[in-house]
């Protein structure tokens, strides 16, 4: 009778086991399509914000950049939401647009980013993802830093032409994206999909 028991309970423990670590590898092979998809996504919104802000500033200049910018950012990250199928968005510590703001766990990541940087981490390529509960749901969460670059400087940087600098108070009076250097964390990518 002993010897029964204690098989069964071998072989409970075992298939409780092998269920546990099958579970795990299936999270870390979902976690890594996820992140796939995600930099799938980010590619595609980045490249297309680059695309319509290189457009207009070639056409006009910074200042028509800005305005590209101010009335295209937007759709074109709801319109890419929608074709990846992840809500994806932008954020920074210091941000331009309001409807930017990060929320808290965005803002944690944020300030990981630059405290990787400052021991010595290449911001191109930093990214942070993970699986958070979020008001009762599983959701997959992922950010991507944006390094600033040169030309990133004629509307984030210190010396701002007069004419972008007004462009900047007319459209964005409560702006806090300037100042910035080449290499700074300008911000960053943010993808979240509800599991």
Not at 110 to 126: H, S
């Amino acid at each position: 009778m002993k010897i029964r028991s204690v098989t069964g309970v071998i072989a409970t423990v075992s298939a409780s086991l092998y269920l546990v670590l099958s579970a795990q590898a299936l999270h870390a092979a979902s976690i890594d399509v996820l992140d796939d998809n995600a930099q799938t996504a980010i590619k595609a919104l980045g490249g297309a914000l680059q695309a319509e802000i290189k457009g207009a500033m070639k056409q006009a200049g910074p200042v028509a950049a800005i305005a590209a910018c101010n009335e295209q950012a937007m759709p074109i990250t709801a319109k890419t939401s929608i074709e990846q199928g992840m809500d994806i968005s932008r954020t920074a510590l210091r941000i331009r647009n309001p409807d930017n703001q990060a929320d808290s766990w965005e803002l944690e990541v944020l300030q990981q980013f630059q405290e990787r940087q400052a021991e010595g981490e290449p911001l191109m390529g930093m990214v942070y993802s993970a699986i958070v509960e979020q008001e009762g749901q599983q959701v997959y969460r992922m950010m991507r830093a944006i390094p600033t670059q040169a030309v990133c400087l004629n509307c984030h940087g210190n010396d701002l032409d007069p004419e972008v600098a007004q462009k900047l108070t007319t459209l964005y009076p409560q702006d806090k994206a300037t100042g910035f250097a080449v290499g700074d964390l300008r911000g960053a990518f943010s993808v979240r999909k509800v599991l």
